[in-house]
């Protein structure tokens, strides 16, 4: 990972236009090509970012970003360079989930049809280049659907869960890729981003689905 604390400007040109002015900024550079540019605050979003295949063009006073699918830039007019590092972060082994949360995952991929009669379980922890998706399956009409599970789901869920299905769907054997953010809650405000990108939110009883554990064991 590359770290540049920069003072700079930076240019969205796609299919619409946005415009940061020039102020110190933090801009991170990613091993799968994507770069984001962060403020001092907001840690669960960047102001501005190109998510991969992407290329990064440095030239004398300014960097082009292009985004090698859809041609979309990101300008950055660099006034003062302050600090400049690389460094190696290697694999990453992923989120250790709690009890809790490791047991939801395993009792909704073990009762599915919890989400809608006719689903079907494709595995858990479906891997991505960007990271282990908790439960791929299927909906009754065999389409793809990704599960993000959480004990407790706020906005920084719905941002994670978006990534996977950005990357997912551009897989033509999985896509189209629905979403749905299951959590034992779910703040309002995620609730509300979610369903604006068209994410299902369900809310899991935790309680209940061990009740439907101890009844397969029981009989």
Known sequence: MRLVI?????????????????????????????????????AFKPLNWMNPPCKLREEEGTWTVTHGKTGEKLVLTMEEIIHDTSHELGVDPGLIKDGVEAHLQELLAEHITTLGAGWTL????????????????RDHTGASVAVELKRRAGIDAVEQLTRYLELMNRDPLLAPVGGVLAAQSIVPQAKTLAEDRGIRCVTLDYDELRGIERNDTLF
């Open 122 to 137: 494709v595995r858990r922890e479906y891997m991505t280049a960007i990271g282990p998706v908790d439960i791929l399956c």
């Open 6 to 42: 920069a003072r700079c400007s930076v240019d969205y040109v796609g299919k619409l236009t946005a415009h940061l002015p020039m102020a110190p900024r933090l801009i991170l550079i990613k091993a799968d090509s994507s770069v984001s540019i962060h403020a001092d605050d907001r």
